[in-house]
């Protein structure tokens, strides 16, 4: 009896699965740091997300659904993708076309004369760039100004 009790006790304590394994929504959830009523919503919304359902429809996502959504995930929490957009973008160019787009590495920022980084930037880059925007803050009071005229 034992014995029937250690994969289940494994399981409690968090033992990994391997790669090709299914994982239940609120595995994903955890791995993905999402809770398990946006996968759902996800769900709703993109048709490529399609878990497989079992008995009482306990949803197992493969490998491939759990990139997907991870994909999703990064487009729309950190590169600032709107729902409609993700959805174009899989009307597009497909679920392959999004997972390559996770893997290629962002470009590297352009350092030229026109690039300023704070750790770059010396004492003059500083004083111009003070100077232009008080140029700056004196147009649009300017402009404040007029405005506020032409409405009275």
Not at 45 to 54: C, G, Y
Not at 68 to 90: A, F, N, P
């Amino acid at each position: 009896m034992a014995e029937a009790a250690q994969p289940v006790e494994a399981r409690r304590r968090g033992a990994a699965k391997s790669a090709s394994a299914f994982r239940t929504i609120s595995e994903v959830a955890g791995e993905l740091d999402v809770p398990q009523h946006v996968l759902r919503f996800w769900e709703s919304k993109f048709i490529q997300v399609k878990p497989m359902k079992r008995g009482g429809g306990r949803r197992y996502y493969r490998p491939e659904d759990i990139e997907l959504l991870r994909s999703i995930r990064e487009l729309l929490y950190t590169d600032g993708y709107t729902i409609k957009g993700v959805q174009k973008l899989l009307r597009e160019g497909g679920v392959k076309a999004l997972a390559e787009r996770r893997h290629v590495p962002d470009p590297e920022p352009e350092v030229g004369p026109d690039s300023v980084s704070g750790a770059q930037a010396d004492a003059s880059d500083v004083e111009a760039l003070r100077a232009a925007l008080a140029d700056l803050v004196e147009e649009l009071e300017r402009i404040a100004t007029r405005l506020r005229k032409a409405l009275e």
